[in-house]
């Protein structure tokens, strides 16, 4: 199982970036997938999900400011996140929940004038 996470960077506070992330090894389709956030000092954390019909799922911080979604045929996900903040600052992965869960490498977002 792979999952290649891209499309992170340094952007200014109220800006926007969309992360990618290509999947391999596995039936894609058929599973939910999320993306997780990890700043340091803290906890990783699952920050938005989506299921293999679509349905989604964020926390809090997320919410109205993130969004999960997939392509199927091109076994992508992607979140968009916009009007981010300082405290959004911080290395997300991909991730595929399971009895045997996987994590890709991480893409660094870096929110900063």
């Known amino acids: 199982v792979q999952l290649q996470a891209s499309g992170g960077g340094l952007v200014q506070p109220g800006g926007s970036l969309r992360l990618s992330c290509a999947a391999s090894g596995f039936i894609f389709k058929l599973n939910t997938v999320a993306w997780a956030r990890q700043s340091p000092g803290k906890q990783r954390e699952v920050v938005a999900t989506i299921t293999s019909t679509g349905g989604t799922n964020y926390t809090d911080s997320a919410k109205d400011r993130f969004t999960i979604s997939r392509d199927n045929a091109r076994r992508t996900v992607h979140l968009q996140l916009n009007n981010l903040k300082p405290e959004d600052t911080a290395v997300y992965y991909c991730?595929?929940?399971?009895?045997?869960?996987?994590w890709g490498q991480g893409t660094l977002v870096t929110v900063s004038a």
């Open positions: 991730h595929r929940p399971g009895a045997t869960a996987y």
